[in-house]
């Protein structure tokens, strides 16, 4: 089974579903399920690891002796930053065969997840793109620290180093992150006024609008894993952008292009034969498109069917 459409044991993912009486285990693990699924796949970009690693995790919670976990919490969040980090080094390995550029999978997310800023932020495909430029222990620590707020102590345990190195790793990354995350912050409405230009260029034909709020180095992403037609590599400037989109929007009816909320911020979402096709999402700095991402791989797709619940 392809790595985007897995399937998994259902009490794995669903634990409940073995058994209506659900013990103190199974308890545990469906209250912060949400949160354990949301540290995952930021540290991975990939739902389907996501849920790999959650699979993992319940498999050995379910033999842990609840009367000597002090913080039930503390430890489901140790168990699966473990587990996604061992699936963050695996994954790192399978991008370095990808056709074509890698993309973080789209999340079909509900308004709540917009309404949490920092959350949104952090799960952005802006933002995964920049925490793909960490090592895997430091975008751990940073995911742990500045998204969920856990104390340095707890983070030590989860990445086994001392609280010490991870102050210094949560420094280096911090910085890092900082230089490259989008300027200004990631505005909703901006990302909704520049995908509603797009709409209309596809509409009327008038592209103006749109290259208007092209920023000069603007890059254009696109994947499609080697299955679907997408760009093999990056297109970088405003003019070159310019005529890709130009010759791409020429083929849309702007009747599919969907609007809709993919990782926290507004998305287009074209469709083929009522089937999603792409994911359009943009990169916003000072209110200029400086990041095209169209997410095309299939095997990427398959969340946009329901919404995903992502908790800090």
Do not use: C
């Not at 993912?13 to 209506?20: E, F, G, Q």
């Not at 751990?140 to 969920?148: G, H, I, K, N, T």
């Not at 208007?212 to 254009?220: G, H, K």
């Not at 696109?222 to 970088?236: H, R």
């Amino acid at each position: 089974m392809k790595d985007g459409n897995r399937e998994r044991p259902d009490r794995a993912a669903h634990p409940r579903a073995a058994d209506d009486r659900a013990d103190p285990a199974t308890e545990a693990f469906l209250t912060h399920r949400n949160l354990l699924f949301t540290i995952a796949y930021e540290m991975l970009g990939s739902a389907a690891d996501a849920e790999d690693a959650l699979q993992e995790t319940w498999l050995r919670w379910a033999g842990v002796d609840l009367d000597g976990v002090e913080n039930q919490r503390a430890y489901l969040v140790q168990i699966t930053t473990r587990q996604a980090l061992t699936r963050l080094r695996a994954l790192s390995r399978r991008k370095e065969s990808y056709v074509g550029p890698w993309l973080p999978e789209p999340l079909l997310t509900a308004p709540d997840v917009a309404d949490d800023v920092e959350l949104a932020e952090s799960v952005s495909l802006a933002m995964l793109l920049v925490l793909e430029t960490l090592t895997a222990t430091e975008r751990a620590v940073f995911v742990l620290r500045e998204v969920f707020d856990l104390d340095y102590d707890e983070i030590a345990r989860a990445v086994d180093k001392s609280s010490a190195a991870v102050r210094q790793i949560a420094h280096r990354a911090r910085g890092h992150v900082a230089a490259r995350r989008p300027r200004g912050g990631v505005s909703p409405l901006a990302a909704r006024d520049a995908l509603g230009a797009f709409r209309r260029a596809a509409d009327t034909g008038d592209l103006q609008p749109l290259l208007d709020v092209l920023a000069p180095d603007v890059v254009f992403l696109g994947d499609g894993g080697g299955i679907k037609q997408a760009v093999l590599s990056p297109v970088v400037g405003a003019g070159k952008v310019a005529r890709l989109l130009t010759a791409g929007l020429r083929h849309l009816d702007a009747s599919s292009l969907a609007p809709a909320e993919v990782n926290g911020y507004p998305a287009l979402i074209p469709h083929v034969d009522g089937d999603v096709d792409t994911v359009i999402a943009l990169r916003i700095d000072d209110g200029l498109i400086t990041g095209f991402y169209a997410v095309r791989n299939p095997e990427k797709l398959s969340r946009l069917r329901h919404e995903t619940v992502l908790r800090r």
